[in-house]
C-alpha cells in the first residue's frame, strides 16, 4: 500500500477490447499476479453468474437489519421537532418513562450530519442542540413494543423558543433572510464523501464561493468566442427513498457493543460508533448482512443510531430504532437542489473557449451542495470561471447520493452543450466528437460509446427539433456521463482453504444490493479453478479484513484486485504443496474446472479436494491487499484515491411530449457504459438499469416539498412523493465495453454512479429535440413542462 | 397508530347499531376494504377506539344491473366494477374510472361505499401536523382547486365520483328501522373540511348500502379520462367525465363533469349548454372546453391545471362513443 514498495516493468495489452487494444508498458508493483486476458478467455470471471443471494431475497430468508430479533430486545421510535427552527428551552421526559413498558429515554445531546459552527459561540451554552430543520430529531424512547415507544413519545415536552426560518434555495439567498446558522460553518466528511472545502467565508446563509477548477481569463475567452450560450438551470431535491429505511439494532454489553446495521459501510458503523461513545474500536462489532439500498446516505451510525446505543445502554438490552419512512425522507439525506446559471462560449467549429458557472445549492442544514466537476473537467477549455455557494435553509441535511454534485452538473451542462451544437449547427455526436478529447480512457471510452449508441438508437433518423405538427410531439437526444474512477485506500482480502475443501473469502466490505458476494466469489473462483457457488464469501462484519465502502462507485474496483491477489497468492502455495504429486513443477500448473493439472497436459492432474487431501493440507490462508494503481492516481483525498482515468458512459433518450397537457414519456434509453472490465455483465447491467431508472424519477418526477410556513415535508411518503413505476419505465438497452486499462489484477472500475448522472440531461435534450424548446427546470412535470413550452 | 377494538358486523342492522354507539371520546367507525381507513389510522388522523369490519356483511357486495336501473351494493369493489362486462358496454365511464383508480393491488380491496366516503388526498389534510394548528395557509397548492375555492381549497378524492354524477347516481341510506332514504350523489358529497369527520352527507350509523344509477338510453355515449402525471397509478391533475345523448350526431343534450378542480366534482353547465344542439366535432368541443375553464380561479401554483381540465375536456367529448 505505500510508494515505497518495489516495482518491476511490464508489457500488458489496454485499451477496449474489440476496438482499440495495445501493448503498454507499466510499473507494476512487484508481486501482482500476471494481467488476466480478456474476459471471453477467463471461465467464471466476465460470465453472467446469477447473484448469489438471489433465492435468500426472494424467499424472505435474507435477514434485514428490521428483521434483527436478539431476547429482550426493545423498540425504539424518536421525537422529531415539529417546529423548523428553534432554541429549545427545555426537555421533560419524566412522564413518558413513567409510561408502563417503557425502559429508556434519551435526548441527543449533539446533532450528525448537520454543518457545525467554526465558533460555537453562544449556543455552546444551549442545553440541547438548536433546531434548524422540522423533524429533526430530538429525543427517543424504547419499550417493549413500539406502540408503547410511540405512546410515550407523545408524553415528552419540549418547550420551543421558535426562531424565524426559510425553506426554499431562493429566499434564503435573500441578504435579509433568517439566518440558519448565526456565523460561520464547517461541514465534515463522512466515509461516503460529503464534506465541504474549510474554511469558506460565510455571510448570511450563503457559504462560499468555492472556486475550484477555475482557470485562465474568463472575459478574454467570450471575447474570443464566435457564439454563446446562456442558461438558468434548476433541479430541485431528490430523497434517496431506499426500499429499506435508515435502521440500526444495538446491543450493549460491558465487554462488547454489537451493532446490526442498515449500512454501506461497516467500518464507519464502528469508526462513529467509537468516537461517540469513546470506545476502543476493538470493542465494537459492526454487522450488516443485508442492505436494501442506501445511494449514499448510509453511512456511519447517524442520529438515530447514536440514539439506539444509548437506548441499549441505559435499558441494558438489545434496542431496534428503525426509522419509518416519513422520516426516512426528512431526516437522513437527500440530493441538494440546484440553481446553476452557465455561460459557455464556444469557436464557430466547437471548440470551448469559456464556461463560466455561478451555481447555488441548498442541502438544507449541511453544507456540501455542489454541482460536480464536470464544467471543468470534462472538456478542455482555457478559461473557466467558477463560482459555487452552498445556501443554507432550514431543511433536513443533505448526504452524498449517486453522483453526488455531478448528476445536477450534468444536467445543465450536458443541455448547455447540446445548446450550443444547436447554435452552431453542429449535430450533438460532431459536437462531442470535437471538444471531447481528453488524453484518458474516459475520453475513449465515449467516443465508442457513442458510435455504439448512435447504431442502436438509430441517430441518423433525428429530425430537427420540433418537426412533429401534432400536439404529441417526439424527439431524441444524447448527454454523456463522467465519473471519477475511485480506488479505496485500504482494501484486504483474506482466503482460507480447509482440508475438506471449503474456501471462505472475507473482506470487511458489505453487499448493499450490487452483488458483490457474487463478482467476489467470480474472482476467487476464477484463481482456483472453481465455480463462483464453490466461494463461501463473508462480507459485512467490521471484524474481516478492512473493505471499502460500498459508495462512489469503488468496491469493485477495490475488492476484487484484492481478492484476486489473495486467490493467487493461494493458488500458488496450493500448487507448491501438489507439484511433488504430480511430479511436476509448481509454476507449470494451472487450476481449471475443479482441477489442478498441468498447463500444456490436462491429463496430468488432480481434483482440487482430491489434492488438497493427498497433500495433507488442514488450513491454508492468505491475505493481499489492493495495490495501487498501476499508473498511480491524480490525487488522493482522504481514503479516495483518483484515477487521472475516469469512468464514461454515453446516454440516449427518445421522448414523447404532450404539448397541451405538458405529459413527458420516455420512450426508451439506450445506455452504453464502460467499468473497465465487467466481472459479471448481468450485474453490470442491473447497476446501469437502476441508474436509468433513477435518472427518469428524478428527471420526470421526484420532488421534496416542503410547507412554506411551517417547514414540514409535504410528500413524506411514497404515494406523494412521486418515484417512476413499472409504466414509466422505458425500454433500456444496455451496451457494455470491455476496458482493460493496465492499471490492477483485475482492471475493473466502477458503474453505479456514472449511469444515474447522465439520464436527466439525456431526457431533457430529447425533450428539446421534440419540443424545440429547452427544459431548465427538474422535475418535468406538467406544470413545469407548460411553462418551458410558453416561454420565450 | 393506537390499539383498537375489532369487530366483525354480521348485518346491516348490526353495524348500524354499533357504529349509533360512537361518541368523540370513543370513535366507533365503519371499515369496508380499509384502504383509506388504514392510511389514516396510520398518519394519526382518525383515532378509532373499535372499528367495524362490513366485509363480513354478505348481502353488500353484488352488482345488479337490469332493463330498469343499476344497483351496486356498497362492497362492491373497483376490480369487480373494472371488469364487469355489463358495466363495460352500458357505463362505459365509469368502468374506466374504476380501471384508472389506484392499483390492481388496492382496486381488489377497495369498495365503491368507501371509495365515495374516503377523504381529501390534500396534503395538508394528510397530515397529522396540520390537525393539530389553525387553518394551514396550503402554499403548495398545485393539486388543488381552481374553481369555487373561497371556502376550501381542497378537492373530493374520488374519481368514481366523477362518471357516477355524470350518470344521475343515488346513494341509498338505511334510516332507523326498516326506512332508508336515498340522496343524489351530487348533493351528498360535501366540500372536503378538516374541522369534520366525513365529507359527506352520512350521518352517525348510516350505513351506505347501495348505489344507483338510472338506466342508460339507447343513443348515449360516453367517455371518462382522468389526467395523472404518472401512469403506473396516481392521483388526478384532473378527471372528465362525459355522458352525451345523441340525436343522429347532434348533440341533443350532455352532461359533463369534472373532478379534482373543485372541493366536490363539478357539472361543466356552460360546456354542456354549448353542445346542447351541436354537431359532435372538433369546433363544438373546443367551444364546449373553452367554455368550462373560462371562470377559473387557480390559485398560486395551480394555474397549470386549467389549460390540462382545457384539453381533456375537449378530448373526452370527442372520445365519447
Ligand atoms: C395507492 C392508492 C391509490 C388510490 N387511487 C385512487 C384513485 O385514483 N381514485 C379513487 O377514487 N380512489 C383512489 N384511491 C382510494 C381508494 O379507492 C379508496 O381508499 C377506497 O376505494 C376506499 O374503499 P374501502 O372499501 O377501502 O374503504 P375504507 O377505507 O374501508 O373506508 C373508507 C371510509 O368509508 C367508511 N365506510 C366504508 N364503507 C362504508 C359503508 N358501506 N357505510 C358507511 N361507511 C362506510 C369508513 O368508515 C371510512 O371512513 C387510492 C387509494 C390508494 C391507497
Ligand atoms: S407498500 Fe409497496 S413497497 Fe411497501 S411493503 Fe407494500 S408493496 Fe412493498
Redesign the interface.
Known sequence: MSGAEPFEQRTLSAGIVGDAFKQVTRKVPSGEPPPWPTNAELNVVGKDVPRMDALDKVTGRARYTFDVQLPGMLYARTLNSTVPHARIKSIDTSRAEQYPGVRAVHVLERLLMAAELRDPGDEAKEPYPVVRFTGQPIAAVAAISARAAEAALALIKVDYEVLPHVSELADAMQSDAPPVFPGPTEQRATAGGGGAAKGLPQKGNLRGPSTGGSRGEIARGFKEADVVVEGEYRTQVQTHTPLEPHGLVADWRDDELTLYASTQHVMSVRDEAAEIFKLPKEKIHAISDYTGGGFGAKYGVGNYGTLAIHLSRKAGAPVRLVLDRREEHVSVGNRPASLQRLKIGAKRDGSLTAIELHSFGTGGVAAGAGVGMCHHSMYPCPNVSIEHYDVFTNAGPCAAFRGPGQTQGIFAFEQAIDALADRLGIDPIDMRNKIDTRDADDVRARAAERRIGAEKMDWSRRRPPGSDAGPVKRGIGMAQSMWPYIVNSYTTCEIRVAGDGTVDAFCGTQDIGTGTRTVFAQVVAEELGLEAEDIRVHVGDSRFPPGPPSGGSRVTSSLTPAARNAAHAMARDIAERVAPLLNAKAEDLVFRNGHIQLRDDSKTSLGFFESLRRAGVERLTHRADRRDDYEGYARKAGELHISPHAIGGVQFAEVCVDTQTGAVKVERVVAVHDCGRPINPKLVESQILGGVVQGVSYALYEDRRLDAATGVQLNANIDQYKIVGSRETPRIDVHLIELLGGQSSTDARGVAEPANVATAAAIANAFFNATGKRIYTLPMTPANVLAALRSE | ???FEWVDAKSVDEAAALLATTSASRPVIAKAGGMDLLDLMKEGIVQPARVVNLKSIRSLGDVRLDKSSMQLGALVTLAQIEKHAGIQSHYRALAEAAAHAATPQVRNAATIGGNLLQRP?C??F??E??HS?AE??R??N?YHAIFDNQQTVMVHASTLATPLIAYDASVHLPHGKGSARAVALKDFLLPPSMQRDRDTAIEDGEILMHVSVPPIQPNTRCAYHK?T???????P?CDVAVVLQMDGDIVASAKIVLGWVAPTPRRAVESENVLAGRRLDEHSAVEAATAAVRGATPLA??A?KV??LE??IKRTILAAR
Open positions: 397508530m393506537r390499539t388526498r396534503w395538508y394528510r397530515n401536523h396540520f394548528i394551514a395557509d402554499s403548495e398545485q389526467q402525471e404518472r401512469d403506473s397509478y396516481d392521483w391533475i401554483k395551480n397549470y389549460p390540462i384539453t381533456v
